[in-house]
């Protein structure tokens, strides 16, 4: 069964609290506790979440790892998959990157490329080029920092990003299967579905570890991915990629 919005909505606010009880989730949507009830009963039934008595959180297992960690997590594929992913950009391209780790080692690689001009929803990656050459671009949206992971995001950093028509939008996924890329965060996926439609290419890095999860969110069929880098891709996922560029990073 696909997520109704307030299934969305409560996940997001778990993901910001980590817990909360079904009174403060009813008065929160102006709702019954049956009612409550009844969406975290849909959403413990996929291990989106964990109830406990009177209330709900994350399992530690399904919520997502702290930024500072994730950069530190898988870092030879992830510098492998950035370095192939850098080979096959452009010089003087224009290249929007998502806030994921991947796409910081991605630009660790492009720093010291031909002058580009980078897109980002990430201080991160943002300070990345700022620390190691002027010779860039780097345009930032306006809207929220979500300090967390040093993302800016709202509506208005969508409406400003939505004026752009980059050459590749580089960006990542917590889970991919057979139906394609799946996140958690409401925001990232509304965002990603606002930026695939404008740019030239779409090119998803995904190391090995990603195809083993599972998200709530569906952010985008196979199809509308260009290129997908990766360390290793199932053969079913493989199969199904004949439309664009499977680049394999060794």
Request: aromatic fraction near 8%; charged fraction near 25%; charge should be negative.
């Amino acid at each position: 069964m696909a997520p109704t919005l307030r299934h969305q909505q409560i996940f997001a606010l778990l993901q910001k609290y980590g817990k909360a009880s079904i009174t403060e989730l009813a008065t929160h949507f102006d709702v019954s506790d049956e009612t409550i009830r009844r969406d975290l009963k849909g959403l413990s039934a996929t291990g989106a979440v964990e109830k406990f008595h009177g209330g709900v959180r994350l399992p530690e297992t399904r919520t997502e790892l702290p930024f500072d960690r994730r950069l530190r997590e898988n870092t030879d594929a992830k510098t492998r998959i950035a370095r192939r992913a850098a080979e096959y950009i452009s010089d003087e391209a224009t290249v929007m990157l998502d806030n994921s780790s991947t796409a910081c080692f991605l630009a660790r690689e492009l720093v010291n490329r031909e002058p580009l001009t980078i897109i980002t929803i990430s201080l991160e990656i943002a300070q990345i080029f700022a620390a190691a050459s002027s010779r860039h671009r780097v345009i930032l949206p306006g809207g929220e920092l979500r300090i967390a992971d040093r993302t800016f995001v709202g509506v208005q950093t969508i409406e400003f990003l939505s004026q752009f028509t980059p050459s590749y939008f580089v960006m990542s996924s917590v889970a991919a299967t057979a139906r394609g890329c799946l996140d958690y965060d409401l925001f990232e996926a509304e965002f990603k579905r606002a930026m695939i439609p404008l740019a030239d290419q779409t090119v998803l890095l995904l190391d090995s570890s990603k195809f083993d999860k599972s998200g709530l969110i569906h952010v985008s069929e196979w199809a509308q991915i260009d290129v997908l880098v990766s360390d290793n891709v199932p053969k079913q996922i493989a199969d199904d990629f004949e439309h664009g560029h499977l680049l394999l990073a060794e």
